[in-house]
């Protein structure tokens, strides 16, 4: 909210036009620079909301601390936490373009969008008569050298499966998965990344095959339905001895160790002992919370036989949290095909009515798909070669952005992105490449002064 007023402030200092809605977009307008008048009108747009992710060891608070930038080599980094790249980058563009007076251009229509990384909700918000461009680029399409032609839509679902705790005194357990590389769930879905919530449900799991009994005290992993979480815990407790409980879970961790050595070389399994517990789920219950998790699908569930390496279907399970009265498993499908989210989603209503699980679907977003035609991509292959002497890659993505929303919004509309390289977002180690982002800034403007 301060963000979207900083905006309006922005706007105002400059004597620009601009609206803001219920939801704090800014759509901020700056008339045509001279001899481009009687020009299309363009739209840029670009989400000022940012994933908050911080390093274990970090104390940051995202409600009241500044990020803590330093430069590493030609990286921009924030100390400990996620930097924001994603989508800073395409904000301060559109700042950049906003403020010069010198810069050739047509009208533009610069929309600051809020709320895309929790499921587009500012773009959905949005209304076709906010904008009179049929041509828009986006700006949260980072990687310098390549231009997306289509994303993927999506679907959330949260399933809610019912508990209650009995009284207990008994020895506690803690099983703690980490060390895994995570990422984004729609730019890294394709690497077999291993997800933390599904490995502490295989431990336990193999747990009870081997006959041991336990009951769950806890179990919780991952904050964000689009992040492939990276660590994950479950408390629970048993009669069994932790020398031998340990030994079976070094052997499972072995396993898991060779399995992902290459996609996920960092993995850590450890057991560990916990005071007392004073209650419980009963056997019965822990059984079927953990089964439950076993079983819920999770990976890249088809590709495209056209464009390498291109997922066509995928779901994530990104967030398990234990509460007072229920146990919450949230999942996050992603395609451009509405019948592929269609089969996930029934694959999980089953499973929820199969586990006695109630669910609740939300925050649908629609896919954005290739066009063999666009104008707007034509022009700007044309430029990239003649500024960079090299021809544009023109990719397809599978994580999901608002270029969908304003494709529905606007079936006519001529959609290309842009963006500097920046990596390992939604981690903290997320860097944006400083060099790459001068390139892209005078890319774009020699592109804008071509329109």
Same mark, same amino acid.
């Not at 996620?82 to 559109?94: H, I, K, R, S, V």
């Not at 994303?151 to 099983?175: Q, T």
């Not at 052997?251 to 898991?256: E, G």
């Not at 608002?402 to 990596?423: N, Q």
């Given at each position: ?16 036009? $601009? ?10 307008? &700056?008339?045509?620079?001279?001899? $481009? ?25 995202? #409600? ?68 009179? =461009? ?6 949260? +399409? ?11 839509? +999506? &679907? ?16 506690? $357990? ?8 995570? +990422? ?6 394709? &690497? ?48 069994? #001895?932790? *020398? ?53 699908? $999770? ?21 398990? =949290? ?12 992603? *395609? ?6 269609? #089969? ?11 586990? #006695? ?13 290739? @066009? ?34 304003? &494709? ?21 180690? @997320? ?7 001068? %390139? ?9 002064? %071509?329109?």
């Amino acid at each position: 909210m301060q963000l979207s007023h900083w905006l309006v402030q922005f706007a105002q200092d400059r004597g620009l036009a $601009y609206f803001q809605d219920n939801l704090f977009n800014v759509i901020i307008y &700056k008339p045509a620079s001279p001899g $481009y008048e009687d020009h299309p009108a363009l739209l840029i747009q670009a989400h000022m909301d940012m994933v908050c992710e911080k390093a274990p060891e970090s104390t940051h608070n995202f #409600e009241t601390d500044p990020l803590e930038l330093y430069v590493e080599g030609d990286h921009l980094r924030a100390k400990g936490t996620t930097l924001g790249a994603d989508d800073g980058m395409g904000c301060a563009y559109m700042l950049a373009f906003l403020d010069d007076k010198t810069l050739a251009h047509p009208a533009l229509e610069c929309c600051f969008t809020t709320q895309e990384e929790v499921g587009m909700d500012g773009a959905l918000n949005l209304k076709p008569e906010y904008f009179k =461009a049929r041509q828009m680029i986006n700006l949260d +399409g980072a990687g310098e050298y390549k231009t997306y032609m289509s994303m993927g839509g +999506g &679907k959330r679902i949260a399933l809610r499966k019912d508990i209650a705790f009995e009284p207990v005194d008994e020895s506690a $357990y803690r099983l703690k998965v980490d060390g895994l590389l995570g +990422g984004h769930s729609g730019g890294m879905i394709d &690497k077999e990344r291993a997800n933390a919530n599904k490995l502490v449900a295989r431990v336990l799991y193999h747990l009870l095959l081997k006959g041991i009994p336990l009951q769950l005290v806890q179990m919780d992993g991952g904050t964000k339905l689009n992040v492939i979480t990276s660590l994950a815990e479950a408390v629970f407790i048993s009669n069994v #001895e932790f *020398s031998d409980l340990q030994a079976f879970v070094s052997a499972c961790a072995k396993d898991i160790a060779l399995e992902y050595e290459f996609s996920d070389p960092g993995i850590h399994i450890v057991l560990s002992e916990e005071p007392q517990a004073k209650q419980a789920m009963s056997a019965k219950l822990s059984k079927q919370v953990i089964e439950l998790l076993y079983l819920l699908p $999770y990976g890249m569930k088809a590709k495209s036989m056209v464009l390498e390496n291109l997922p066509i279907a995928s779901v994530n399970l990104g967030i398990v =949290a234990t509460h007072e009265d229920h146990i919450e498993f949230a999942l996050s499908m992603r *395609s451009a095909l509405d019948s592929w989210i269609l #089969e996930l989603q029934n694959e999980v209503i089953l499973l929820a009515k199969l586990f #006695e699980a109630s669910y609740e679907l939300s925050d649908s977003y629609p896919g954005w798909r290739y @066009e063999k035609v666009s104008p707007l991509r034509e022009k700007m292959c044309l430029v990239f070669e003649e500024v960079y002497q090299q021809p544009l890659a023109c990719l397809a993505g599978h994580g999901g952005n608002e270029c969908g929303v304003f &494709k529905k919004m606007h079936p006519d509309m001529d959609i290309v992105t842009s963006g500097a390289i920046y990596g390992l977002i939604h981690t903290p180690d @997320e860097f944006l490449d400083l060099a790459s982002f001068d %390139r892209t800034y005078h890319f774009l403007t020699t592109f804008l002064s %071509r329109l």
